[in-house]
């Protein structure tokens, strides 16, 4: 592959992209709001680039195979902002993709596209959306212009529900950890299969107490090797006991099912900042 444009390079997750996209073809090109991304690796180039811009991401796209989207407000926050990063970024991303002929999106979907669901029910990848916040929301939105851009423009897409990508903290992470190890072997496989189409996949290591069910995006190759029951002794000892009626605990979005529009839900995950550093 020539190209590889990653959005998001500078936040935690594309961190751990970077090294492994690079690797995966002859440019890459990283890209976010900051001037300065700091040392690269071979192969990476980076591009200051506003998701809310169509110029600027028509610009990046230029002459790329893929385009691994990854960038946005990675939290709930009020409308307007998530309006401008998550849903005209995502827009502004597929039409870019198109009118350079890119093949495929690689999409940091979430969990909170579907977050209001119970973890009792076990859903599939073909659940309904049903969002847990403005954040979610625009998951939703993004994953269906993945589909319209699919099914009128020809453009593929993967969009990967990730869960929770970061150190495992609290007792709902047991069930919805996704390692950075199997993030990077989930995105490589986005990349690599011959043909998606429209796909949607949970963005989940091989967890025990795994709330989705990802049978139906088999066909991806993903097949994750963590498994976050290593954490469940320690998590749980040092835990109160989980209230049964409260909807934090019983929808796959975890806090983000209770928290008020608008708000963080990121505030009450207890997250640990271990981007990797270059
Ligand atoms: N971390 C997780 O567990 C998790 C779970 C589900 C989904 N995701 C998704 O994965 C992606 C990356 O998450 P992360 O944890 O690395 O978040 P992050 O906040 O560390 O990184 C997101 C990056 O997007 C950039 N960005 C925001 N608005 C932009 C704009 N208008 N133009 C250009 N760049 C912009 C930010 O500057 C930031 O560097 C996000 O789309 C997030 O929604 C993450």
Same mark, same amino acid.
């Given at each position: 592959?020539?190209?590889?444009?990653? %959005?998001?390079?500078?936040?935690?997750?594309?961190?751990?992209?970077?090294?492994?996209?690079?690797?995966?073809?002859?440019?890459?090109?990283?890209?976010?709001? %900051?001037?300065?991304? #700091?040392?690269?690796?071979?192969?990476?180039?980076?591009?200051?680039?506003?998701?809310?811009?169509?110029?600027?991401?028509?610009?990046?796209?230029?002459?790329? $195979?893929?385009?691994?989207?990854?960038?946005?407000?990675? $939290?709930?926050?009020?409308?307007?902002?998530? !309006?401008?990063?998550?849903?005209?970024?995502?827009?502004?991303? =597929?039409?870019?993709?198109?009118?350079?002929?890119?093949?495929?999106?690689?999409?940091?979907?979430?969990?909170?596209?579907?977050?209001?669901?119970?973890?009792?029910?076990? /859903?599939?990848?073909?659940?309904?959306?049903?969002?847990?916040?403005?954040?979610?929301?625009?998951?939703?939105?993004?994953?269906?212009?993945?589909?319209?851009? =699919?099914? @009128?423009?020809?453009?593929?897409?993967?969009?990967?529900?990730?869960?929770?990508?970061? @150190?495992?903290?609290?007792?709902?992470?047991?069930?919805? =950890?996704?390692?950075?190890? $199997? !993030?990077?072997?989930?995105?490589?496989?986005?990349?690599?299969?011959?043909?998606? #189409?429209?796909?949607?996949?949970? #963005?989940?290591?091989?967890?025990?107490?795994?709330?989705?069910?990802?049978?139906?995006?088999?066909?991806?190759?993903?097949?994750?090797?963590?498994?976050?029951?290593?954490?469940?002794?320690?998590?749980?000892?040092?835990?109160?006991?989980? $209230?049964?009626?409260?909807?934090?605990?019983?929808?796959?979005?975890?806090?983000?099912? %209770?928290?008020?529009?608008?708000?963080?839900?990121?505030?009450?995950?207890? /997250?640990?900042?271990?981007?990797? @550093?270059?």
């Amino acid at each position: 592959m020539k190209k590889i444009v990653l %959005t998001g390079a500078a936040g935690r997750l594309g961190s751990y992209l970077r090294e492994p996209l690079a690797a995966m073809c002859d440019t890459l090109v990283s890209s976010d709001l %900051t001037e300065d991304i #700091g040392k690269l690796y071979d192969g990476e180039t980076y591009v200051r680039a506003d998701l809310a811009s169509l110029p600027d991401m028509k610009a990046l796209l230029e002459g790329a $195979d893929m385009v691994v989207h990854f960038g946005a407000i990675g $939290d709930e926050a009020p409308f307007d902002a998530i !309006l401008q990063s998550n849903i005209v970024g995502a827009y502004n991303v =597929w039409e870019a993709a198109y009118q350079n002929g890119v093949r495929r999106v690689v999409y940091a979907s979430s969990v909170h596209a579907v977050g209001m669901h119970k973890s009792s029910d076990g /859903i599939g990848t073909d659940a309904a959306h049903r969002p847990d916040t403005y954040y979610g929301l625009a998951k939703c939105f993004a994953e269906d212009l993945a589909s319209l851009y =699919w099914d @009128k423009r020809g453009v593929e897409s993967v969009c990967m529900r990730i869960f929770s990508c970061a @150190k495992v903290t609290n007792p709902r992470a047991v069930g919805t =950890w996704l390692s950075y190890d $199997d !993030l990077i072997h989930l995105v490589e496989r986005a990349i690599s299969t011959p043909v998606t #189409g429209f796909s949607v996949v949970y #963005g989940i290591s091989d967890n025990d107490r795994a709330p989705v069910d990802n049978t139906k995006a088999n066909f991806l190759g993903y097949r994750p090797k963590d498994n976050a029951e290593q954490f469940a002794k320690e998590i749980y000892a040092n835990s109160e006991p989980l $209230d049964p009626a409260d909807l934090a605990h019983q929808c796959i979005g975890g806090p983000f099912a %209770t928290v008020e529009l608008g708000n963080s839900g990121v505030a009450t995950l207890n /997250i640990v900042d271990d981007a990797k @550093k270059t």
